[in-house]
């Protein structure tokens, strides 16, 4: 069984830092692309940063060069660590494992956490 849940999250200032983090199931790491998607309210899910079993990374455009993910596989663990927050960032932060490390399509991704808030204010 899949099973993922993150932590970390908060509110901060513009300008401030955060990093989310993510338990997964033992050896979802090699078998999954891992993924942090965001929702804010009225807004699809986005996605913005993925991982694959190697270490490739991708972003979202929007996160780029203020986002970093990462994969911890000797503690079953991903994190994204946030730079530079804006009021834009604000929004509920979902790891998932799936298929879409090429595409980050919400679609492509079959198993979720729960998600944790991230509040930035200006």
């Known amino acids: 069984q899949v099973q993922l849940a993150e932590s970390g999250g908060g509110s901060v200032k513009s300008g401030g830092s955060l990093n989310l983090s993510c338990t997964v199931s033992r050896g979802i790491n090699s078998r999954f692309c891992l993924a942090w998607f965001r929702q804010a309210p009225g807004n699809e899910r986005e996605g913005v940063a993925s991982?694959?079993?190697?270490?490739?990374?991708s972003y979202a455009d929007s996160v780029k060069g203020r986002f970093t993910i990462s994969q911890d596989n000797s503690n079953d663990k991903v994190y994204l660590q946030m730079n530079n927050l804006k009021p834009e960032d604000t929004a509920k932060y979902y790891c998932?494992?799936?298929?879409?490390?090429?595409?980050?399509?919400?679609?492509?991704?079959?198993?979720w956490g729960q998600g944790t808030q991230v509040t930035v204010s200006s």
């Open positions: 991982i694959r079993a190697d270490g490739t990374a």
């Open positions: 998932a494992a799936g298929s879409g490390c090429l595409v980050l399509h919400r679609d492509l991704f079959g198993f």
